[in-house]
């Protein structure tokens, strides 16, 4: 379907330095507010593109209308093509130097965009950074700090649920960026060519900062640059499409990035990961997504693999310089996952 666009303020002739994305589905109802902070930002030489994925109606279309004091662009997609394809048109219509992904359900505080970028400015050997997620509805509590990758193939949002006066308090090299507020360099975003479309959603988003880490790019947790993230707002937690997807997508993941001889290494902690998961989620009543994930993952394959080649190929760090930013401890998917299942 050919996309249809609509043009709500005509951008200035200069490129603004940053491009904030944004996508629109089956959240309307944070946008509003989303959009608001947005035009309470300190830093103002940015433009915003909204991409909706799905038909937009009349009554969308006059809320986003009505953020006049915005350089705003929206992208009506006419169909969910999935979170990954629609950064990536996202991406490709920016015109900023750097690319700001905010989710609809991520509402940044004033300064959010200006320290972002300030710490681009001073801190150039990066060319992506992630912003300090707050929960929006339990203040006290951490939604994430960037992302860890842990060597069976998991990985989770770093501190989630923990006491924000206590944890994700300094700047600090993370594996990868959270999108739900995060910063990339376009350049490098463009290059790799952004998010794996194959993906659609979940985990695309370790994809990507794994095929950053392996050409050579890093990775800024900034905790001055914060949002308060309400987190699953589109697809709910817990729900099967996550299962389906996250599950799926990690066994890609793992497959395409990890590098010789890391993979044969790790892929018995891999395999044994993915078996105790299938075990819980079938006695927690969502076996059918789970090894339709497993499944399909493994039908897809050898497609995987010829994107692994070039990956492969093409990567500029050794596997003990990939292993200083990896979780490798054997007791922490156990921590992470008795945390966020066994304590709720």
Not at 170 to 190: H, Q, T
Request: glycine fraction near 6%; hydrophobic fraction near 40%.
């Amino acid at each position: 379907m050919k996309h249809r666009e609509m043009i709500l303020k005509t951008a200035e002739k200069i490129p603004p330095l940053a491009s904030v994305l944004t996508l629109s589905w089956n959240n309307a109802v944070h946008l509003q507010h989303c959009l608001d902070c947005l035009t309470k930002q300190t830093f103002k030489d940015f433009e915003v593109i909204i991409i909706v994925n799905s038909p937009t109606d009349e009554s969308h279309i006059e809320l986003l209308s009505n953020q006049v004091a915005l350089s705003l662009r929206v992208e009506s997609l006419g169909e969910n093509k999935g979170f990954a394809a629609a950064n990536n048109i996202g991406a490709k219509l920016a015109k900023g130097q750097w690319l700001a992904l905010l989710n609809a359900d991520a509402f940044p505080e004033p300064d959010w965009l200006e320290k972002l970028l300030r710490a681009a400015e001073e801190n150039q050997e990066f060319s992506s950074f992630s912003s300090r997620q707050i929960q929006a509805n339990a203040m006290d509590l951490l939604d994430g700090a960037g992302d860890s990758y842990h060597i069976t193939g998991l990985a989770w949002r770093r501190y989630y649920d923990k006491p924000t006066l206590q944890y994700g308090l300094g700047f600090e090299e993370v594996f990868s960026a959270c999108p739900a507020a995060a910063l990339y360099s376009r350049e490098a975003f463009l290059n790799l060519g952004g998010f794996d479309e194959d993906y659609f959603s979940y985990f695309e988003d370790v994809d990507l900062g794994f095929r950053l880490r392996l050409r050579g790019e890093k990775c800024l947790y900034i905790p001055e640059a914060v949002v308060h993230h309400v987190g699953s707002a589109s697809t709910g937690k817990r729900s099967d499409f996550s299962v389906y997807y996250g599950y799926r997508n990690l066994i890609w993941t793992f497959v395409k990035n990890m590098p010789t001889p890391l993979i044969w290494i790790f892929l018995p902690l891999h395999l044994a990961a993915i078996l105790f998961f299938a075990v819980y989620l079938t006695l927690r009543g969502q076996g059918n997504a789970i090894w339709k994930a497993i499944f399909d993952a493994f039908i897809g394959l050898p497609k995987i693999i010829e994107k692994r080649k070039s990956i492969q190929k093409n990567k500029k760090i050794t596997s003990q310089e990939l292993l200083k930013v990896m979780s490798v401890g054997l007791l922490e998917p156990y921590r992470e996952f008795r945390q966020r299942n066994m304590g709720r």
